[in-house]
């Protein structure tokens, strides 16, 4: 069965600081990884993917992450962020067979400070 | 329009009344998801439709019942629900079957209420 684990529930952050939010997986088979994230009051919007080739993926609003598969992690970085990336993001699994199950974590709540 | 929409917004019903959530997507998709958003939990994946044909369905309650009638239009009619139903309803589109790396598009979702 395939898991994914967002430790941090919150993450306070200062403007123009930098930031990373970890997600960690777990799976028997090869996956596909995506961020999305959820502005209040609306659904869940696309950041990025990871499906294959180069590991660093970069997205929208200057994110990036990094597929690490020894360390079964994908973690979403950004170098400076804004007020504005105040939301909360979520990491999701599917795996490569064809089902149409994406496992999402329980998300982690970024909050930036002026 | 594009994208996913969702209607109504927000939705406040009795546990012995009838109600339908409708989503609309306008991608050229062709599978359709109902996700349940509670907090504190991750999202939970309900029913999915491939070609208008039901492909997964997650031991969900019968009092739940959704309705694909073509690709572009998903239901979902909900009767005598409980008060732990009370959450975020979202509908999801993708790509089927030649793009199982298609990711999914998400409606604003339908924030429901049961009293």
């Known amino acids: 069965a395939q898991s994914v684990t967002q430790l941090d529930s919150q993450v306070p952050v200062f403007e123009e600081a930098p930031v990373e939010l970890r997600c960690n997986y777990s799976?028997?088979?090869?996956?596909?990884l995506f961020w999305y994230v959820q502005y209040p009051n609306q659904g869940l919007q696309l950041l990025l993917k990871y499906l294959s080739g180069s590991t660093l993926v970069k997205g929208i609003n200057g994110f990036e992450a990094e597929f690490n598969k020894s360390q079964t992690s994908f973690h979403l970085r950004k170098p400076s962020v804004h007020i504005s990336d105040t939301a909360e993001y979520f990491c999701?699994?599917?795996?490569?067979?064809?089902?149409?199950?994406?496992?999402f974590g329980t998300g982690t709540r970024l909050k930036v400070l002026a | 329009e594009t994208g996913v929409t969702q209607t109504p917004r927000h939705l406040v019903m009795g546990m012995t009344n009838k109600k339908s959530l409708k989503c609309e997507q306008h991608?050229?998709?062709?599978?359709m998801y109902w996700y349940k958003q509670s907090a504190k939990k991750p999202l939970e994946l309900m029913f999915v439709y491939s070609l208008e044909e039901r492909v997964e369905n997650n031991s969900v309650p019968s009092r739940f019942s959704p309705e694909c009638p073509n690709s572009s239009h998903l239901f979902l009619h909900l009767h005598t629900l409980q008060p732990e139903d009370s959450a975020l309803y979202l509908c999801?589109?993708?790509?089927?079957?030649?793009?199982?790396?298609?990711?999914?598009?998400f409606g604003n979702g339908t924030r429901l209420t049961v009293t």
């Open positions: 799976s028997s088979v090869s996956v596909y």
């Open positions: 999701a699994v599917r795996n490569n067979s064809g089902t149409y199950k994406y496992i």
């Open positions: 999801a589109s993708s790509q089927a079957r030649d793009s199982y790396n298609s990711p999914l598009h």
């Open positions: 991608l050229g998709h062709n599978a």
